[in-house]
């Protein structure tokens, strides 16, 4: 059974920081990718930043210059650093891992998001 959690949410002013954690655990033969994703209300999920087994990184656009996406190894939490946030960054942030189990290749597992509210 696998799980992943995120933390570190919570409410912040424009131009404040937070750092999102994502831990994942249960029987896990190998993590290749791992993501966040966000949602605000009334929107669609959104894709906010990657990094592979090999430490490469992607972002949106929209985050580009303020987040940070790392880990410590792909048995250890991944982390999203939020720097110079924004009111439109307000959302629930979702951890997601493309990871192989004893019965799956690289199948998406997602966490149940963690909320980010930044005011004004």
């Known amino acids: 059974q696998v799980q992943l959690v995120e933390s570190g949410g919570g409410l912040v002013q424009a131009g404040g920081s937070l750092r999102l954690s994502c831990a994942a655990s249960?029987?896990?033969?190998?993590?290749?990718?791992m993501n966040w994703y966000r949602q605000a209300p009334g929107k669609q999920r959104e894709w906010v930043a990657t990094i592979t087994s090999g430490g490469s990184t992607d972002y949106a656009d929209s985050v580009k210059g303020r987040f940070t996406i790392s880990r410590d190894n792909p048995k250890r939490p991944m982390f999203l650093q939020m720097n110079s946030l924004k009111p439109e960054d307000t959302a629930v942030y979702y951890c997601?891992?493309?990871?192989?189990?004893?019965?799956?290749?690289?199948?998406?597992?997602w966490g149940q998001g963690t909320q980010v509210t930044v005011s004004s």
């Open positions: 249960g029987n896990i033969f190998s993590i290749n990718n």
């Open positions: 997601n891992a493309e990871l192989s189990t004893s019965t799956t290749f690289q199948y998406h597992y």
